[in-house]
């Protein structure tokens, strides 16, 4: 795709976001239509397809907040001349194409789109069956402020695809695709790693971790760990796994205190065989496989551990690489903690919740990656670039 001016480029988000407000009870409309034949029994799924007039009105804002930062394309990363008189500057360009492949949510319609497109990209979208009205009339909008700008049409296009049909366009894609992004479940994941032929960026599971230290202020603890849990289970940064420290003051009565916590916001609680000589009325943990388990549900498991550098090795063997909190008010501890585990975001005294593009401050996302290659974490608008190295002579040869 040819290189458009950052004016362009922001005048396109200007439209659509008179657009999307101009249609949003259309838009809603189609929305319900998708609602209304989801089958309820996947609830984190069904969360993530709802589209309100606040849905709608963060759509608008994701496309305001990309049309306001500044272009991520042709920005001078490092120059330098050197001694023979070649004279190198390394900017940042386009990928090219992006094919992202998610499921449920039509607000990725919107923010995958406008963070490709500021930043030159041209995006397929490949959206889930269960949210097909919902993303038909995001792409007609998209389409519609395209075209009002004298764009062609497809620097955003949505795929009308089966599972089969989708299998064959990885495998043989009609352009060479530079990034696909599968955003969902292992099962996606998966299943675009088997059959994609371009670069494949992971946004994994979550299946955080909190650990509560021996030196943590509990109250605290408490907060953090309810807050991460429960404010939205649908989230890839919610909390999953709790290891509390056995070395505790009142190990015995904090569990219990967890307990009832939990309980009372209806999270359904799972605990180790050490945890259950207190909790002895809660399920042990059936298996192994419990532990790899990204649970999008009101489901937590409560563990005891025997100190930080037990609860890293756990963290590291078995959670998703995106999110892990420690709670201490040592600070040492907290660094080593924060320098060990090995995930995308690591927190002290704070919320898994906060892994997200907005909250840290980069504004909308593509994805959470947690691959290491090329970014890790939200990857926003300066993240959907590559680099290009300018290399100018005056008849040089190398000899």
Not at 188 to 202: D, M, N, P, R
Not at 203 to 231: C, H, Q
Request: aromatic share 6%; with cysteine.
């Amino acid at each position: 795709m040819k290189l458009l001016d950052t004016q362009t480029k922001n005048n396109v988000l200007k439209s659509m976001m008179n657009i999307l407000d101009k249609r949003r009870k259309e838009i809603i409309a189609a929305n319900k239509k998708d609602l209304e034949s989801f089958q309820k029994d996947d609830q984190a799924m069904y969360d993530r397809l709802i589209v309100d007039d606040n849905k709608v009105d963060g759509m608008i804002q994701s496309v305001k907040e990309v049309m306001d930062q500044e272009d991520p394309v042709g920005q001078t990363i490092e120059h330098r001349r050197l001694d023979t008189g070649l004279d190198i500057t390394n900017k940042t360009a386009p990928f090219g194409t992006i094919l992202i492949i998610y499921e449920s949510r039509p607000d990725v319609t919107i923010e995958a789109a406008v963070l490709a497109f500021k930043a030159n990209n041209k995006i397929y979208l490949k959206g889930g069956k269960e949210a097909i009205n919902s993303n038909k009339i995001l792409e007609e909008c998209w389409h519609e402020a395209l075209k009002e700008n004298s764009l062609d049409t497809n620097w955003i296009e949505l795929l009308h695809l089966n599972r089969q049909e989708t299998q064959d366009f990885l495998k043989n894609p009609p352009e060479h695709i530079d990034l696909v992004v599968p955003r969902g479940g292992e099962r996606l994941i998966a299943f675009v790693k088997e059959h994609s032929t371009g670069a494949v960026l992971v946004s994994g599971r979550g299946n955080n971790f909190l650990y509560v230290s021996k030196n943590a202020d509990f109250e605290t603890a408490k907060k953090v760990m309810l807050n991460a849990k429960i404010d939205k289970i649908s989230g890839c940064n919610a909390l999953d796994k709790v290891l509390v420290d056995k070395n505790i003051p009142d190990y015995e009565n904090k569990l219990r205190e967890l307990q009832k916590m939990f309980k009372e916001h209806e999270v359904s609680i799972l605990v180790d065989e050490e945890v259950h000589k207190v909790l002895n009325d809660e399920e042990i943990v059936p298996n192994e496989d419990t532990w790899y388990e990204e649970f999008l549900a009101m489901k937590i498991v409560i563990s005891a551990i025997d100190g930080l550098d037990e609860a890293i090795e756990k963290i590291n063997k078995y959670s998703g690489g995106h999110s892990a909190s420690i709670i201490t008010k040592d600070k040492a501890e907290a660094a080593k903690f924060m320098e060990q585990v090995d995930s995308a975001a690591v927190y002290h005294n704070a919320s898994t919740r906060f892994t997200d593009g907005g909250q840290m401050g980069v504004g909308a996302e593509l994805a959470i990656s947690t691959d290491k290659l090329h970014h890790r974490g939200p990857l926003g608008l300066k993240q959907l670039v590559t680099n290009k190295y300018y290399v100018l002579g005056e008849g040089h040869i190398r000899e």
